[in-house]
């Protein structure tokens, strides 16, 4: 079975800096796909960026970026410029590709709270 | 264009009583799952369902059961609530074609509390 595993539970960032959070994953798998949502107080789940494991090329979406390090089983989020409205629950997911016979399940972490300091 | 909603926001329930979580979709999407978050803790699978009338269990599926008539609607059921319970449940739901791409999209959550 996959397993997620988010290491750092807190991270602060002073705004306008840069924070990296960690996640490392398990799977016996060649193809997969890896996401990073952010929740919010509000609770809403926010997909922030989607990384597709034979791309070998780092997914970017603005000022959020990944390090995906496949042989590592290594998928580290990177957020540019930090703003206050970044800070929020941040999990790290994994859902195979076999979308059809695992159900197209997303396998969480246990999450990363950042909090951002004006 | 609504999305996923789920009721109740908010509920608090006695040990041993029994209630149902709610949740539909609009967007016409096959797949269905519900996840509990507790506190400090990644959301864990609980049931999911890829079509009407098809249901299988995640990871925590003691002490729920669901059910799946219509493509729009997979309700919760909880039975015999137990403080262990007590946690965030969120319905999600795709549109599953089987690339592992597609988005998830969640509803807003049901707080619940069983005291």
């Known amino acids: 079975a996959q397993t997620v595993t988010q290491s750092q539970p807190e991270m602060s960032v002073q705004e306008a800096e840069t924070v990296t959070l960690s996640c490392t994953y398990d799977t016996s798998e060649s193809d997969y796909y890896l996401f990073w949502y952010k929740q919010p107080p509000s609770r809403q789940m926010i997909l922030v960026i989607r990384q597709e494991a034979y791309k070998q090329q780092n997914a970017t979406e603005n000022r959020f970026s990944v390090n995906f390090q496949k042989a590592a089983k290594s998928f580290s989020l990177k957020i540019s410029d930090s703003q206050l409205g970044d800070a929020a629950m941040y999990f790290c997911a994994y859902r195979s590709l076999d979308g059809y016979n695992q159900g197209g399940k997303l396998i969480f972490g246990q999450g990363t709270e950042l909090s951002v300091k004006p | 264009n609504a999305g996923v909603t789920q009721t109740p926001k908010f509920h608090i329930l006695k040990i041993g009583q029994s209630m149902t979580l709610q949740c539909t979709q609009d967007?016409?999407?096959?797949?269905m799952y519900w996840y509990r978050q507790d506190p400090g803790m990644g959301l864990k699978l609980i049931y999911y369902s890829v079509g009407a009338g098809i249901t299988d269990k995640g990871e925590v599926p003691n002490g729920y059961n669901v059910s799946r008539s219509t493509t729009e609607d997979f309700p919760l059921r909880l039975e015999l609530a137990a403080p262990s319970q007590t946690s965030v449940y969120f319905c999600?739901?795709?549109?599953?074609?089987?690339?592992?791409?597609?988005?998830?999209?969640f509803g807003s959550g049901t707080q619940l509390s069983v005291l």
């Open positions: 967007m016409n999407h096959n797949y």
């Open positions: 999600a739901s795709s549109y599953n074609t089987g690339t592992g791409r597609e988005k998830l999209f």
